[in-house]
Nanobody, 118 residues
């Protein structure tokens, strides 16, 4: 099983920055893709950014050029650097990993709130 713990959320003014971090622990034999999703009130959960084991990345169009995803394979961590934040970035952000335990499975963190407001 994989446990994910996120940190770094909070309240920030428009134009500000935040860095989210997520660390994976538990019993697993490997992690493939790592990603960040978000869910705003009344909306479906959406992919924000994903990074492969080799470092290839994809981003939602709404965050391209503002957000950067990175990972440390040795430490089983994934981070999301968020710059030039906008009110529409307000959401609960979830860490997601695709890991092998007895099979390849998606695992989710508990979520961290990001609020962009003046």
């Amino acid at each position: 099983q994989v446990q994910l713990v996120e940190s770094g959320g909070g309240l920030v003014q428009p134009g500000g920055s935040l860095r989210l971090s997520c660390v994976a622990s538990g019993s697993f034999y490997g992690i493939n893709a790592m990603a960040w999703y978000r869910q705003a009130p009344g909306k479906q959960r959406e992919l924000v950014a994903r990074i492969s084991e080799s470092g290839s990345t994809i981003y939602a169009d709404s965050v391209k050029g503002r957000f950067t995803i990175s990972r440390d394979n040795a430490k089983y961590t994934v981070a999301l650097e968020m710059n030039t934040l906008k009110p529409e970035d307000t959401a609960v952000y979830y860490c997601n990993v695709f890991a092998w335990y007895t099979s390849w499975t998606d695992y989710w963190g508990q979520g961290t709130q990001v609020t962009v407001s003046s």
